[in-house]
């Protein structure tokens, strides 16, 4: 095998490495943008996606009658291979190209067109018996097939990775709920003591926050289901047969399961990704939530000794490489980290989106990056929360015990016997003369021993009033 052979395209020649599927224009590409090149590059989603359209592509013009039978057969096996993974590493682009991503469309045509050229005995890069733009882009543009892989690979990683990530999460919160559902502890308001609450009750909040975000989620969902094939070059569908883009949707729903529609208006379809913007605030969404979860977790955790150490976590490793015997609560720094990079991401898209200039956006390779790289991070960032945090949370009872037997906020069970006033009065002489409230409230005298221990029971402070019986 030779080191390099020569291609053509309509700038002229091409030395390609010898041994690649490839061709001209996405060695070209390689070449002109060196840019984040292991950092930045299509991981499997993406040339999955790829795989997917052109496959359906095909079909879709061999019913249509715009490709023989045996040019499609050809396309459809090459398709395949790719769909399969088994050619990943003849996709060496990065996100960092042309805004329209024609590159990575052509980088696409010219692998499945040289493994179909393979197939069928012929020589790689002769463009014979499969031409990458003739035949694999058929009645396509890189302006309407790129952003079908957008919203192809995005509803697969949604459907398929993060969803499911989140509802196991959701569920060990959910199960941890209801175990501590009875467990009495201070509620928290300003950083500062506040009325209690079961731990229970507490968790129920984290589960809530993660249900929401799932349906913020699904409810993205429908404008990433609608596709932009059809649109060709500025949404008019040029050189396409008019049935092609709801043919090839339809074909791409029968592929993946997934409920694919071809986009009502093809010129949104190109020169907008406001779909796109939406699944990125919903996962900007559900990262803020991550957040809080993750945060209330370690901050109910720290100590051991010198702070709240309410909640015991797992021990996983070392925290630190002088203080022996530290342990850090490092699954929460890890979650609460990806959440920050999802907020970077999420403006990065928001920005992208805001650029559509006439008929295109040509911002389209890094808003896909960005969603992508949000979904995977989040996906990965919760299993692994999931698995060495969540599911070994244990309460403390005995120190959330003390807590609640010295809280001063105890006192608001008072309010509705002798009012708010003289509740404030028993609240700050226990506070500034260190007294108990019991201690505080018999010496002002409002409350007699009796009706203290009648009145302020911290686990009747969990809910509302009892209503009055007749």
């Known amino acids: 095998m030779s080191i390099f052979r020569i291609e053509e395209d309509s700038l002229g020649s091409v030395e390609v490495p010898g041994g690649v599927l490839w061709g001209a224009q996405t060695e070209r590409s390689r070449q002109n943008f060196r840019i984040g090149v292991w950092r930045y590059r299509w991981d499997q989603p993406v040339i999955r996606a790829l795989g997917i359209l052109k496959k359906c592509a095909a079909l879709a013009n061999g019913d249509l009658g715009q490709l023989p039978r045996e040019k499609v057969d050809l396309i459809v096996q090459a398709a395949q291979e790719v769909i399969y993974g088994m050619w990943d590493n003849e996709f060496p682009l990065v996100a960092f190209q042309t805004g329209s991503g024609t590159h990575t469309n052509m980088n696409a045509n010219e692998v499945i067109a040289n493994r179909a050229i393979q197939i069928a005995g012929g020589v790689v890069g002769s463009k014979k018996p499969i031409h990458p733009n003739d035949d694999v882009n058929r009645s396509q543009s890189s302006n309407d097939t790129f952003p079908t892989v957008m919203h192809l690979a995005t509803v697969e990683q949604l459907d398929d990775v993060l969803i499911p990530a989140v509802r196991e999460l959701r569920n060990t919160l959910d199960d941890k709920s209801r175990s501590f559902a009875k467990i009495v502890m201070v509620g928290r308001t300003h950083l500062q003591d506040a009325t209690p609450l079961t731990l229970g009750q507490v968790i129920s909040g984290w589960v809530a926050q993660l249900d929401q975000a799932l349906e913020g989620i699904r409810a993205s969902l429908p404008g990433v289901y609608a596709l932009a094939i059809g649109g060709t070059a500025v949404g008019t569908g040029l050189n396409a047969d008019p049935r092609f883009g709801a043919l090839v949707a339809r074909k791409i729903a029968e592929e993946t399961r997934k409920r694919f529609v071809s986009a009502p208006n093809k010129f949104a379809a190109l020169s907008a990704h406001d779909a796109m913007v939406n699944v990125s605030a919903a996962l900007r969404t559900l990262a803020g939530a991550l957040m809080k979860i993750a945060n209330d977790v370690r901050w109910h955790a720290c100590g051991p000794r010198a702070g709240l150490a309410e909640l015991r976590i797992p021990e996983n490793e070392p925290g630190s490489s002088i203080m ?147």
């Open 324 to 470: 022996p015997g530290k342990i850090n609560p490092a699954q929460c720094e890890a979650l609460t980290m990806v959440a920050v990079q999802v907020f970077g991401n999420d403006h990065a898209v928001a920005f992208a989106g805001s650029q559509g200039n006439f008929q295109l956006n040509v911002y389209k390779p890094v808003i896909l990056h960005n969603v992508l790289d949000s979904i995977q991070l989040l996906a990965e960032g919760i299993r692994s929360f999931d698995e060495h945090c969540a599911k070994g949370i244990e309460p403390d009872e005995k120190r959330i015990r003390e807590h609640v037997d010295n809280s001063l906020m105890l006192v608001t069970a008072l309010n509705p016997h002798i009012g708010y006033e003289k509740a404030a009065q028993i609240s700050l002489k226990a506070y500034r003369e260190n007294l108990t409230l019991r201690e505080a409230a018999l010496e002002l005298g409002f409350v007699t021993a009796e009706q203290f221990d009648q009145w302020v029971r911290p686990e009747e402070m969990t809910h509302p009033l009892t209503p009055a019986t007749s």
